[in-house]
């Protein structure tokens, strides 16, 4: 499978209670494509208001480690689209087909 190199690059976020930490989701030319941050603990969730591609994992999708969010995004930022995005997210074993909410774990 096809991958592109990303880093994640941590920064700060700004919240209601104060700063917290996040990371930016940075490809090929420092080309931002969206954010990560911790929820619920130990998890973390990613967003883009930009990239079809990251969007295409719905809404707060959760992942267990951020070597995970790295993997996958690797992966889906090396697609050419949010459709074929979704058809690995669907194949793939981390889809979540018991609960409907096509959440990643």
Request: include cysteine; charged fraction near 20%; hydrophobic fraction near 40%.
């Amino acid at each position: 499978m096809k991958t592109v190199k990303i880093e994640l690059r941590e920064v700060k976020l700004g919240t209601l209670s104060g700063p917290t930490q996040g990371w930016l989701i940075v490809g090929e030319n420092n080309v931002i494509h969206g954010m990560a941050h911790a929820i619920d603990g130990e998890l973390f969730t990613i967003s883009s208001n930009t990239d079809p591609r990251i969007q295409a994992f719905g809404w707060c999708p959760m992942f267990d480690s951020l070597a995970h969010v790295q993997g996958d995004l690797e992966i889906a930022l090396a697609m050419s689209s949010a459709n074929e995005v979704e058809e690995w997210i669907e194949q793939s074993e981390r889809y979540d087909d018991d609960s409907h909410h096509g959440q990643l774990h």
